[in-house]
């Protein structure tokens, strides 16, 4: 809306909301905007950046890992990937961007697969938060074996398939892990299934 706002007032559409606070005349407005900037990228960061790294790691190993050691681990860590690198030269961060997209593509992929096709739609919803070792999502020590199995797999496919001079395929690597993924995953909890059967 606002870019869209920007035509009738300065005669051209202005993408970049920077620029459009610096061509008003008013200081009050342009000390307001450049305000309003921070505030804004400091609470998108904090919500996209922070909280949810936090909750992960401290998920990890909740006995030991608390929300701010967690936050602590996450803000360290951003430093340390020095993020300022990636988006100084467009090659790079189009491989970090697809190399990304390979490791979460099988993650949607095994998601996907589980809830449609083995689980038929359905969900024990209390059992996805017990630690009950004989819940339905309990697996083995609560880590589904083929899953992990599944991810590493499609991920390592999806990673040299960015490597391999194949054109602009490495741009599908979420959707080509995801299918990897589920596939695999798919094959891992047959065989998972027909071991338990056997077993029993």
Known sequence: MMVSATLPV????IDDPIETVSRLDSTFVAVLGAATFVTTTIGINIVANFVAPAFDFSNMAPNKISFRAGGFIAAVG???LTPWNLFSNPEIIHYTVDLLAAAIGP???I??????RIRRGEIDVDGLFSDDPHGPYWYRNGVNPAAVKAVVAATVI???INFLPLGDLGHFSVFIGGALGA???AMAMRRATA???IAS
């Open 78 to 80: 951003s430093i340390f």
């Open 183 to 185: 596939g695999f995953y």
């Open 10 to 13: 300065f005669g051209e559409m």
């Open 111 to 116: 998601i996907i697969m589980d809830y449609y």
């Open 158 to 160: 999806g990673i040299v």
């Open 107 to 109: 993650l949607y992929g």
């Open 195 to 197: 071991a338990a059967a």
